[in-house]
């Protein structure tokens, strides 16, 4: 494969396949090696006492200070895509494409990028509480500031095992592991971060945590957030179009009825006992 077409093959799959989990590896990935290409200019100029990135954080993190706020009110969607160092931005990007794959198999790109983003949101409001709370935290509100997507990460992942809680993985050198261990073994470690003074990170994570879980029992209730990213119809002239819309209107709701037939079996039952029909209904309701 040349590399031209090696190029046009990323660049599809994170612009212009529709798929939110390469979009956001891709935007992580993008803004790291960005930021590692200046930081090596800044070190060649001279610059040898700050990283490029600890000189640009002030700018692009989100600060624990609500003061800073009416100035930095962006950082809320920036300090999402920025990482700290290579492991942070990997260990995202790993966690973000093995549990973004089995969030898309169940639902749809525009419920991914609610989650996402939403997440992280709750997650730097959780931050800045914490240091707004915690005495433990006060003598560094005016300096701290959150950076990462593991906010948004944990989001996805704690939204994907509350919606299938018996979805199984195979590990190396393990087995067959229920996914949902992992994801909790990965919040008790969080919890344990808390008695560390890396404990307002940990209060981010949790934020989102939380984002994730309400997200998808809310969506069981028939409530689904994200369909405040639905785009408005455009207004248009119709002649004669009542009994189709009548008929759309009548397949939409039977469709739907399905799919939530099919995602309360997967809750109790697991996704391994559907059917092969099942699943591709499924499929088929996740890319609509």
């Given amino acids: ?117 939403t997440g992280g949101v709750v997650g730097a409001l959780f931050f800045s509480i914490a240091y707004h709370v915690f005495p433990v935290f006060s003598d560094s509100i005016y300096t701290a500031t959150l950076l990462g997507a593991s906010a948004s990460v944990m989001a996805i992942a704690v939204a994907t095992i509350t919606l299938v809680p018996d979805y199984t993985i195979t590990l190396l050198f393990i087995g067959r592991i229920k996914l ?17 003074m890396n404990a307002a990170d940990s209060f981010a994570h949790l934020g989102g945590a939380l984002t994730g879980f309400a997200y998808i029992k809310l969506l069981r209730g028939g409530k689904d957030w994200s369909n405040w990213f639905k785009p408005k119809p455009k207004l248009k002239v119709v002649k004669n179009e009542t009994n189709t819309k009548t008929s759309k209107q009548q397949k939409d709701r039977a469709n739907q009825a399905a799919v939530d037939a099919i995602l309360d079996k997967v809750s109790k039952s697991g996704y391994d006992k559907l059917t092969t029909a099942e699943k591709a209904i499924l499929f088929r309701a996740s890319k609509e």
């Fill in 1 to 117: 494969m040349s590399k031209k077409k090696a190029l046009d093959e990323v660049t599809y799959k994170v612009f212009r396949s529709g798929n939110p989990v390469y979009l956001y590896i891709g935007l992580i990935t993008i803004v790291f090696v960005a930021m590692a290409l200046f930081g090596t200019t800044f070190f060649l100029a001279g610059n040898t006492g700050i990283r490029f990135i600890d000189y640009v954080r002030p700018y692009v993190a989100f600060p624990a200070d609500w003061q800073q706020l009416p100035t930095r009110f962006y950082t809320l969607l920036t300090y999402q895509f920025f990482h700290k160092d290579i492991f942070q931005a990997l260990f995202n990007c790993l966690w973000l494409f093995w549990l973004g794959k089995i969030f898309m198999d169940f639902l749809k790109p525009r419920q991914f990028h609610f989650v996402f983003l």
């Fill in 180 to 196: 949902i261990y992992l994801v909790l073994a990965y919040i008790a470690v969080d919890l344990i971060g808390m008695a560390s």
